[in-house]
């Protein structure tokens, strides 16, 4: 397929999910502090815009109306959902020839949905309903990719990217959140640590499988090294492991010795001599080993005709 | 003079042809039709079914307005509309063929003035020697039709550059037969859903001599453009690759494109930009929309443009008057569809009587499509009328003037009623070295003002679907 339309669809599915990531997280910690005293507000604000790094640039007082906002409505933030929604539709449009008219009826309703929306309103009055409007809309745009796009390396380099987006999105979360409930007293440690299960959707999945037990070095090896949760950074690994293989069969590529680099590490890693070792430092080269795997595949598969590029702009 | 109705008589009895469907709109009624309207709006809408009107402050898109109650064509009607599109566009491919890689035996025996040929805007010195598979250079045409006062088809306009709207032509159907499945199936309606493949077909007979299975991609100027939709729309429904310039390469005279497995030889390009934007190695420098070296690579057979370069020369509306003589010279034949009557303002005669009758005549300027730049005598003011004039007289080559033709009215959906509406009809031709093929029906546009004569969508216009019905022997 072409370099292009690759490059595109690898971007659908990292804007969808993080859409997706970024309504979850605000409604769990939203709700959270609903029953946590008033102190907790402004430090678990700006822990989700550590998470989502956007600390820096958010320049205004952390309230819930503030932050919840800027992730929300913001045009002018990147990172919100409905920036994550435009340029996911904006991929889309290009693509348009590639993906199936479900794909893009799906995507395209959500934006228009968005426009249409008071959203500022909405946020005040409901804001779950608005959070979960954004999460429905994203599983409806994976699920109908996942039932009408053909398995072929369009299909691929979208679920790569989503893969990779996830993945990150977790180590992310466990860097900012887990180094702050170990350390000190904390009063509401239960529920932080419901509310970080909960941020990736693993709280009812977490419970089946070591009861109600809240443990944080089962929590971090849940999160990081589960097999069969989906969310865990081990399974969309392994995903995207099988996406990019499907991509060059036969041969391997840069990309591919990254990710299969990365993913054995937390195939045969030990929670245990993680937490013995350094957890900081585990996760951090963890997020810049996902990234350098990113930066891999934007060049083979999207740049690999620059040089050729070069030359012919060149001779006119 | 009343207008001519295409549903009713003059008496106001519905003709034969539309008695069923009108009374099927009677009794579904006023309120439920508006419904139904919204639904197709909402339609259109969620599909992303838009088009881009440039000078439009407010967004780059609008939902494409398609009007409820659909034109009907009868199975008579459509023959006589069909020989005389395959009649027109065969004679202007072989006048293309004839100018750009033929002896000119037209000009030089004079059928058309040299001079006004060369000066036409599409006329293209980098086409001569082009090579494309004789009676093909216009692969796909776009001929506006328009029926006058006494019902009489007429060619407005021949578009055989880049003519756009047959993806409405498809969307209109499959929405209307989602919103008024009842009323559609009680006609005999012929399909036009095998477009996408009848256009392949096309588009791989074009292909060079040597390609084997050859690679057709459609080319378009990107998502910007106000017709992408109908780019991606036809990528989808051929099966293959849209293209940006940029996802080109031209390498030793071959056109490449830049997969993730690496380059993948092009065979034919469909291309959606227009000529002077196409290759910045020859035309526009500026152009980061086309592909540098791809004329040298089609000059050298390695690679088909469709449509060809240059084919401004024969849709341009100086050429327009000579198209029913180019007929004559190339066929033989007596024109079956004529025009509409028109004046050429270079002719020292001619421009007397169109200034003496500027304000019961259309001006229009040559080089301008999409209804920019038209003026309508009776409407215009008198000051309106002295710029005309003036600049008539001082670049006569720019405009042509035709009689003011009162476009055939059709009931149409305005406040959950039927008022009449002007239309024409854009039929699409497709051609190819196997014969040219009329897809049933066309574009059916309508001017939604009252009394309006402009049914251009970018001015805005909306569309119907049109039904051709199968006759007795189909």
Request: hydrophobic share 35%; net charge positive; proline share 4%.
């Given at each position: 397929m072409l370099s292009r339309h690759a490059e595109h669809l690898f971007w659908i599915g990292r804007y969808v999910e993080r859409a997706e990531d970024t309504a979850r997280m605000l409604d769990v910690t939203y709700h959270t502090l609903l029953e946590s005293p008033p102190s907790e507000e402004g430090p678990a604000w700006r822990e989700l815009l550590e998470v989502l790094h956007l600390h820096e640039v958010f320049d205004d007082e952390p309230t819930a109306a503030a932050v919840s906002r800027y992730l929300v409505l913001d045009p002018a933030n990147p990172g919100s959902v409905v920036s994550a929604v435009d340029r996911a539709r904006t991929n889309a449009q290009a693509v348009r020839d590639r993906i199936s008219t479900e794909m893009w009826e799906a995507i395209n309703a959500f934006f228009l949905e968005l426009q249409e929306m008071d959203l500022g309103t909405a946020l005040d009055r409901r804001p779950y309903e608005v959070f979960r409007t954004i999460k429905n809309r994203c599983q409806a745009i994976n699920g109908v990719s996942a039932q009408t796009m053909p398995r072929d390396d369009g299909y691929r380099f979208s679920v790569l990217g989503l893969m990779l987006e996830r993945a990150e999105m977790t180590c992310r979360l466990l860097a900012v959140r887990y180094a702050r409930l170990t350390r000190g007293s904390q009063p509401m440690w239960f529920h932080a640590w419901v509310a970080v299960l909960k941020s990736v959707s693993a709280f009812e999945a977490y419970l089946k499988e070591h009861e109600a037990a809240l443990e944080p070095t089962r929590v971090l090896e849940f999160l990081?090294?589960?097999?069969?949760?989906?969310?865990?950074?081990?399974?969309?690994?392994?995903?995207?492991?099988?996406?990019?293989?499907?991509?060059?069969?036969?041969?391997?590529?840069?990309?591919?010795?990254?990710?299969?680099?990365?993913?054995?590490?937390?195939?045969?890693?030990d929670v245990d001599e993680i937490l013995d070792s350094g957890l900081d430092q585990f996760l951090e080269e963890l997020q810049q080993d996902i990234y350098d795997v990113a930066e891999a595949v934007d060049a083979h598969f999207f740049r690999s005709g620059t040089d050729l590029d070069l030359r012919s702009i060149e001779s006119t | 003079m009343p207008d001519f109705d295409e549903a009713t008589t003059a008496a106001a009895a519905p003709r034969d042809h539309y008695r069923d469907l009108l009374a099927r709109l009677d009794q579904v009624g006023g309120d439920e039709l508006a419904d139904r309207a919204r639904l197709l709006d909402s339609i259109f809408r969620s599909l992303g079914i838009t088009f881009a009107v440039y000078d439009d402050e407010r967004g780059a898109e609008r939902t494409w307005p398609m009007d409820l109650v659909p034109r009907i064509i009868p199975a008579d009607e459509w023959r006589h509309l069909e020989a005389g599109l395959v009649q027109r566009v065969t004679a202007l491919n072989r006048f293309l063929d004839d100018l750009y890689v033929g002896d000119q035996a037209a000009l030089h025996d004079g059928v058309v003035p040299r001079w006004l040929v060369e000066s036409a805007d599409g006329y293209s010195r980098e086409a001569y020697g082009i090579p494309a598979p004789a009676g093909a250079r216009c692969v796909v045409a776009g001929i506006d039709i328009v029926r006058d006062g006494e019902g009489t088809y007429r060619v407005l306009e021949d578009n055989l550059r880049v003519p756009s709207g047959i993806s409405y032509v498809l969307e209109n159907r499959v929405a209307m037969t989602r919103v008024l499945p009842v009323a559609f199936a009680r006609h005999r309606v012929r399909p036009v859903n095998h477009y996408g493949s009848a256009l392949l077909r096309a588009l791989r007979a074009a292909a060079p001599p040597a390609s084997g299975e050859p690679t057709v991609v459609v080319l378009t100027p990107g998502t910007a453009n106000s017709a992408y939709f109908e780019h991606a729309f036809l990528a989808r429904q051929m099966g293959v690759e849209l293209v940006e310039g940029r996802d080109l390469t031209v390498e030793d005279h071959v056109v490449y494109m830049r997969t993730t497995r690496g380059l993948e030889r092009v065979d034919v390009v469909y291309r959606r930009v227009g000529d002077e934007f196409l290759d910045p190695a020859v035309f526009r420098s500026d152009s980061l929309l086309g592909v540098p070296g791809i004329v040298s690579a089609a000059r050298a057979g390695n690679v088909t443009l469709a449509n060809a370069l240059g084919n401004g020369a024969a849709d341009d509306k100086g050429i327009y008057p000579f198209v029913p003589d180019l007929i004559e010279y190339y066929l033989g034949a007596e024109p079956i569809l004529p025009n509409v009557t028109t004046y050429l303002p270079w002719e020292a005669d001619q421009l007397e009587t169109v200034l003496d009758r500027l304000d019961q005549l259309v001006v229009k300027p040559v080089a301008e499509a999409g209804g920019y730049g038209i003026v309508i005598g009776h409407e215009a003011s008198d000051e309106e009328l002295g710029r005309v004039a003036e600049a008539l007289r001082a670049d006569p080559r720019g405009y042509i003037a035709q009689e003011v033709v009162r476009l055939s009215t059709h009931p149409t959906l305005v406040d959950g009623e039927l008022r009449p509406r002007h239309i024409d009809l854009r039929p699409f031709v497709l051609s190819s070295p196997a014969g040219v093929e009329v897809i049933p029906g066309g574009l059916t546009r309508v001017a939604l003002p009252e009394g309006s004569l402009i049914v251009n969508s970018s001015r805005g216009g909306g569309s119907k679907d049109t039904w051709v019905l199968a006759g007795d022997g189909a």
């Open positions: 990081l090294l589960s097999t069969t949760f989906p969310r865990s950074v081990l399974y969309c690994l392994r995903v995207a492991e099988t996406q990019l293989g499907g991509l060059t069969p036969g041969t391997r590529s840069t990309a591919q010795r990254l990710l299969g680099r990365v993913r054995a590490r937390c195939e045969f890693a | -």
